[in-house]
């Protein structure tokens, strides 16, 4: 129940799944092979999928191989691809205008990394109205144990632990497996 009027529609949103992103990132074959699965099903059922890429000065400038999407996945012609700066795929971008003029209000969220931008754009969609599903087994992220964090899987289970329990007024949030969403 988005609080966004009018916008009935749900959009699959793929986050940075960049080669200098993901590439030795907590099971980065199995969320890129169920990320491939749902863009796939979304085309199908003319679920728009919407391409978040990161650009950064230092190691993810545009055009060179780390900033490239992974070759496993490869945005179709006319499908959105939004450049980012800012953890938050709607900061800074043209994110939010893509949506509107696609009439969604539901986000299905993949992609990377679990504790910075997929985070960041799962609140970042929520409080500005959208209901966010986060799939549970097609996020991942690096492991950051060396700067005090916890292993990789263990900050993808709290994320999904936490998320399942979202709530606000008039918005819908929620995980769920790859295998399990609805995207229609």
Not at 11 to 31: E, F, K, P, T, Y
Not at 47 to 68: C, F, I, K, T, Y
Request: net charge negative; aromatic share 6%; with cysteine.
């Amino acid at each position: 129940m988005t609080t966004l009027d009018g916008r009935s529609g749900t959009a699959l949103l793929v986050i940075d799944v960049q080669n200098g992103v993901v590439g030795d990132a907590h099971d980065r074959d199995g969320v890129v092979s169920r990320i491939g699965a749902l863009v796939e099903r979304a085309r199908g059922q003319q679920v728009p999928v919407v391409w978040v890429q990161h650009n950064s000065d230092d190691e993810l400038r545009a055009g060179e191989e780390p900033w490239q999407i992974v070759p496993e996945l490869v945005p179709a012609d006319g499908e959105a691809v939004v450049q980012k700066r800012y953890g938050d795929s709607f900061e800074g971008t043209d994110l939010e205008d893509v949506l509107a003029a696609a009439g969604v209000g539901r986000l299905v969220v993949t992609g990377a990394e679990t504790d910075a931008c997929v985070r960041s754009t799962i609140h970042g969609g929520f409080t500005r109205g959208y209901d966010v599903t986060l799939v549970g087994d097609a996020h991942t992220t690096g492991d950051k144990s060396d700067w005090g964090a916890p292993a990789p899987a263990d900050v993808i289970a709290h994320t999904n632990l936490y998320w399942q329990y979202q709530d606000a007024p008039g918005r819908t949030a929620g995980t769920a497996d790859a295998a399990d969403v609805v995207l229609g």
